[in-house]
């Protein structure tokens, strides 16, 4: 019984469904632009209750066309947790300023005390990570950004279906920047993302970008590369949406089953009331390795996600950075797996090999 | 009888064969990177007899890869022909530098002698697009860069299956761009690409630049977006691969029908001894705009590509430029349609209705 981080196989009524998507756009002949993708667009907006949304390439797509909007120069700072995927830096540089890495909280978002400490002149936005799932305090950021005239960049690829309040993340901030490639809780069968602008006029910025500055009226209005979203997947991820609430509910089931039943004193999760369930991670403060050796032992696959943090990769080492929380974290933390196609049999099986593991 | 300009329709019989890769792969749970990208790669490679190859997400992407590795500051200048798809100039400005437009030939490929009037100390590279599948004069052009020390990029976006000589184009110089999304002669369904690099070493530098700087080590060691290519777009392409010398041969057979037949002294065809089909453009001096109403109403798309040259366009008017034989062409050029799923009845009608028009 191996128990995948992930899998992503697709079963046989799913696949149906989906082939049936493709084979109707294979019937038009469409696979770049289209109504299909409007429609997809339009299905986000109702579903996250807000409006400007543009399906993109890939999540990087969405962080670094949201930058875009900010004319970065190389003395541009932009604030960004020490922990996260890398693509939340690159995407700064690559639009031609420089991270700066906040420490995090022990929940791995980021600390807005130590955000406030960063921010000198130079500072242009802020990049906030609803990470694994859990929420920021965006509120705090919220007030941060505004008093200190900053952008406020969501990254919200880990937190498909995530509400702050009444409100989806994504909404609060200046953009909101998703992946769904295939590992996300709302997944396409490859590399995409969507972008949400606040802002009417940035949203209508955007929209050449995706496709070599070229406008409504085919007009070349700018310098761009293709950031396009397939129509393809735009398609099968719209036939998803309709299916996420229950990958939602049932990551949550399974994820509140393994933090209830675990009762291994060396082990914590890092964890929130309101929350979605990217992925669960747990704490353990010394012999992560033998750890990780136990679960893989017991077959179960584990992920950690992240380590270093990312002032410690080579192209960021001379970045800087704060960095005390995040450096201790990312050597305690480990991901196991939760996803919605987990059996009962599988999640007692890690919920055992948890608690047997007695270093 | 409408004849489309382009009908990417998928009849029942490819459809069956393509709907099988894809439900493969999701039998798999296989959707960004695995053996097909590279089973895709090694099957380029044999069929351009050539080393190097690299799927990426679109022609757009390889083209900014390749020049990537020129580490381009602003003044540094890349000589591009004046009539092209806009991509070409935009990725020379997305990688960093300027692009400086050369004048066409009278088959609307880089005029030499222009590109060596234009080279200074600030040039550092060449692209030379292989226009509409005729190819340029390569072996000049080579000179030039060899002489005057400049990387060669061949942008082959419109050119997959074009040898000059022997060998593939793509293959002469330092890089080759092809583009493979679902209008190409090698079409995916949707947007992706694929480079060549004729050095090792150029190569492996570009490998993590495809997704997150990553190596393949799982190291962060550079800092880039994501420019993989999905692992759907691969296998379908590697599929059609096995295909597409029946595009190319039924193209040319249509191309050389109409060029054959058609006998109106009003039109010329920009043609080539040795060339591929991605588009036939005819070139009428004047009436271009007469001659496309009476085309369309006789139920033909046509195209023109392009109008304005690149040096007139917005973001490029106060660059330096060349452009009178490419101002005086792109007001003349129109593409007529010329695809492999066109009927005899179509092809017919298409010379007819060249033949009938007397403006």
Known sequence: MKIPYLNLTIDKDEKSDLISEISNLMSKGRFVGGDEITSYEKALEKYLNTKNILGVASGNSSLYLALKTLNLKKDDEVIIPNISWVATAHAVEIAGGTCVFADVNDDLTIDCSSVERLVTDKTKAIICVHFMGIP??????????????LKLIEDCSQAFGLKYGEKAVGTFGDFGCYSTNCMKILAGLGDSGFLISRNELDHKRIKPWLYNGVDENKQVVDIELCHRIDTIQAAILKFRLSKVDFIISQRKSNALKIIKETNNNKIAFIDSRER???????????????????????????????????SDLTPYKSHKSEFENAAKLSKSIVNIPISEALSTENIDHIIQSINSWNP
Not at 136 to 149: A, F, M, R
């Open 276 to 310: 979605v369930y990217y992925g669960l991670t747990l704490m353990i403060n010394e012999d992560r390795a033998r750890l990780i050796d136990h679960l893989n032992k017991y077959d179960i696959e584990v992920k950690v996600e992240h380590e270093p943090c990312l």
């Open 136 to 149: 920021c305090d965006i509120e705090k950021l919220v007030q941060i950004s505004q008093k200190k005239n």
